[in-house]
């Protein structure tokens, strides 16, 4: 049970978003510890703006190393797919490692069902699940039962075995 601790909160939170559960005292905390680095207890208002202009311009330049190591280095690609390649150019660094990682992932088309401009398919993933997987033709859009696009923003590997089916070279916008 303990090897499938990481489905216990998105079970209970599936169609709930997980944006709301960040408090502000944990925001600030954060930012109390991040200024903590550059401040002293008995700093005057002076010490503390020279302090407090040294913390932006570390952030400022780290921000900036980050930006050109995106755009600098060429991730590793696992396989020969050209929505892999496009993924790699569109995602940072490391949001490209879980995506690749979905890309990666093994699945399998069940059934079809076509109503209208709508498919309907089902997915079985790597540990046997099932999922439904709505495909509006018209509007070219993916809605996944698992709702991994709605809790953190990025597509599951159900739907990227439909783009892998349709041999689509980019991904959608959605």
């Not at 991040?34 to 002076?46: D, E, G, H, I």
């Not at 892999?84 to 150019?89: P, Q, R, Y």
């Not at 996944?144 to 959608?172: D, E, M, Q, T, V």
Request: glycine letters at 2%; charged letters at 25%.
């Amino acid at each position: 049970m303990f090897e499938d601790r990481e489905f216990w909160v998105p079970a209970y939170f599936r169609d709930f978003s997980m944006g709301s559960l960040l408090r502000t005292t944990s925001m600030s905390e954060s930012e109390n510890s991040f200024f903590k680095n550059y401040t002293k207890p008995r700093a005057n208002l002076v010490q503390f703006i020279n302090f407090f202009n040294y913390a932006v311009g570390d952030q400022r330049n780290a921000n900036s190393r980050l930006n050109y190591l995106d755009y600098s280095t060429i991730p590793d690609l696992s396989t020969q797919l050209p929505i892999e390649k496009h993924a790699s150019t569109i995602y940072t660094d490391s949001i490209f490692k879980h995506v690749q990682q979905e890309i990666s992932t093994v699945c399998e088309i069940v059934s079809i069902t076509v109503e209208d401009n709508i498919k309907m398919h089902q997915v079985k993933d790597q540990y046997g699940r099932t999922w439904d997987v709505k495909y509006d033709c018209k509007q070219d859009t993916f809605d996944c039962s698992c709702k991994k696009f709605s809790r953190i923003g990025l597509l599951c590997c159900h739907i990227f075995c439909l783009l892998k089916n349709k041999s689509a070279n980019l991904i959608p916008i959605l």
